[in-house]
């Protein structure tokens, strides 16, 4: 790694924890503020060689941070994934009554063996 590279890696290590922080101070989601800190210091890394003041790093960063929470809810971040094609996990419903009587005694026999061996007790299946 060259000095750029081990400057950034320091600095990242150090402040990730607090810019996470920040970022769910802005959007109540852990999951949603670590994707903000990882694409504030992404951004960071990419003017890292341009950055002359490293005393006033931590303001920057956090401007980066807001003006990406910002930008991603102008544009609706749920509407960049798009899902295609047809949802094939969808339940399908049994053919006949048959078909349904058989799936019930299936899952009763799943029920009897798992009660059996685990010693659960139950009060017995009325349909």
């Known amino acids: 790694m060259g000095d750029r590279d081990t400057a950034f890696a320091a600095y990242f290590a150090a402040r990730s ?7 769910y101070l802005l959007c109540g989601d852990w999951h949603r503020a670590e994707d903000l800190v990882q694409t504030a210091f992404t ?5 890292w060689n341009r950055v002359s003041r ?3 790093l931590d303001a920057y960063v956090r401007q980066i941070l807001v003006r990406t929470f910002l ?5 609706g971040w749920w509407r960049r994934e798009r899902v295609g094609g047809e949802q094939t996990d969808r339940p399908t ?3 006949s009554p048959e078909t349904r009587l058989v799936l019930l005694q299936a899952l009763v026999a799943v029920l009897v063996e798992t009660s059996a061996s685990t010693g659960w007790t139950r009060p017995p299946l009325q349909w």
Do not use: F, N, Q
């Open 17 to 23: 924890a607090a810019m996470r922080g920040t970022a």
């Open 43 to 47: 951004k960071l890394y990419l003017v």
């Open 54 to 56: 490293h005393e006033v």
């Open 71 to 75: 930008d991603e809810r102008r544009r």
């Open 93 to 95: 419903p049994p053919e």
